[in-house]
């Protein structure tokens, strides 16, 4: 084989790109991973942004693992190359009142205690509902690794996957059926009406249907984003677990390329793909911007859906209805991403010290009822402007990693919502830093001594999260998890099996069936597709 010919290429060198490599170079196939920036990762990176504390270390924009299967931690033996886990126990909620909500993902009875100072009768239910949301979570969470089939079609295999799946849906019931049909469909906020009464406990909750969504808690589907955010799972074998990574996400990616290294991948950075070569229909290998040429039966593509598909192909190449789906698939967002240097723990008025205490290793949120999530999406999508009071899910991942910082040091990583969608358009620098002062101001209300402690920050909007990762939109999930986009619809009718109208070109990036959060289901699907075709050996 020519120096310049491989069995398999990827596109994109982010977490699912790596993925699909390591499966790849496992099968013993000569594969090439094309990175256009000069590390790999994407998202799930972790980085030095502070000059004046060249040692704080944290997780640019990713800040949590989830919804990793442990067969892929177990395929690619991630922890023998590098990767470990801290579970998170749980998260605080504080008020303004002093109170605050704990929830324990290792103590249910602490939980309920929690909520009673808020609603006896929402305690003495939330038990109840923690296991109907997990026997959901149950239900929905092997369907990620299940290929959505071509419904509608009426060739004889398509036929025979609809059936197939049918089958499998036979053992939910009247009940199971009905259940997941409503958690589909139905808004957070309505959802959580029918369990609970105290807007402490649906606040949060919510918060987990709308995490990197266009879209408030009252939504229809916003119900779903929550139950995929249930299914996490971070190799331990338990439901709705969350992991911090130690050396930050940026750990994650670089255990997978490890993994793909060791079975003879190449990995190039600073290799930006111009153009995906074809010819009647098929693939013949990709070319760079510098002009360098490689040639393969087999492309992968990474990267999100409109730069793999309306950039990276001649559209002409493409059937004029993918092309029209493709350019309608929806991926806004109102995302910001802050990384803050503390130079002493949140002392809160629900939990006084400064001393490392265990609610500072969980997560800390800024979020009060679902109105107050629906307010600061109403700000950004209707008032055009950053929210007033931001949605936060944040984490101090240095009180469990001592990696992260130097001592005395520790980094706050904060998850936030919402901006106009449109920020993405252009830098927005002086809106982000009144938005980011907000976001301080909440905090301090609930830990006065916030403000005074956060010593640097940084702050990354739509604009960045695009032009860095080329997250069209800064949609952290390669497109919106809305109800016209799941499943059999993502990224397109007809194409949401990993494959595309051009053969040996693969689909692998977040904006398929199974993308959102840092898992790498569609690079193993992407593989398994491509062996089910005998596009490989095996």
Known sequence: MAANEYDAIIVGGGHNGLVSAAYFGRA???????????????????????????????????????VLPRHVIRDLELKRHGLHLYPVWGGLVPFPDGRSLESHNDDLQRSCESIAQFSKRDAAIYPEWRDWIRQAAGIVGPLLMQVPPRVGSTHFGDLLAQAQLAWKMRKLGVRGVTDLTRLFTMSI???????????????????????????????????????????????????????????????VSAAIRRSAESAGCQVRTGARVAKI??????????????????????????????????????????????????ER????????????????????????????????TG??????????????????????????????????????????????????SMFTQYVPHEWSESPHREGLEAY?????????????????????????????????LGMIGGNIF?????????????????YADYRSPIRGLYNASSGTHGGGGVNGVPGLQAFRQAKRDRAIRS
């Open 189 to 251: 906020t309505d959802l959580l009406d029918e369990w609970f009464e105290s807007d402490e406990l649906k606040g949060p909750i919510a918060a987990g249907g709308v995490i990197g969504a266009w879209a408030g808690p009252n939504a229809p589907g916003t119900a779903y984003v929550l139950l995929h955010n249930e299914i996490s799972d971070v190799g331990d074998g338990k439901m709705s677990s969350w992991g911090m990574p130690r050396g930050g996400m940026g750990a």
């Open 478 to 494: 390669h497109g919106e998890i809305s109800l016209d986009q799941l499943f059999h619809l993502r990224p397109a009718p007809g």
């Open 329 to 360: 698939y929806k991926t806004r967002s109102g995302v910001v991403k802050i990384n803050a240097v503390l130079s002493e723990l949140p002392d809160f008025r629900c939990a006084p010290g400064t001393q490392l205490q265990r609610h500072h």
């Open 28 to 66: 013993g196939a000569r594969t090439l991973v094309l990175e256009a920036r000069d590390r790999v990762g994407g998202a799930a990176d972790t980085s030095a942004p502070f000059s004046e504390f060249p040692e704080v270390k944290v997780s640019t924009y990713s800040y949590v693992v989830s």
């Open 436 to 468: 980011a002062d907000r976001v301080i101001d909440g905090y301090t209300e609930l830990a006065p001594n916030f403000s005074r402690s956060v010593i640097d920050r940084q702050v990354l909007g739509p604009y960045d999260i695009e032009q860095d």
């Open 277 to 326: 070569l074809t010819q009647e229909g098929r693939v013949l290998g990709v070319a760079l911007d510098s002009g360098e040429e490689f040639r393969t039966p087999v492309v992968v593509s990474a990267v999100h859906p409109k730069l793999a598909f309306l950039q990276l192909l001649d559209r002409r190449e493409l059937p004029d209805e993918f092309v029209r789906d493709i």
């Open 363 to 412: 997560g800390i949120n800024l979020c009060t009822s679902t109105r107050y999530i629906e307010r600061a999406f109403q700000d950004a999508h209707i008032d055009g402007r950053g929210a007033t009071a931001p949605y936060v899910d944040g984490y101090i991942p240095s009180t469990l990693d001592t990696e992260m910082t130097p001592e005395g040091l520790h980094c706050f």
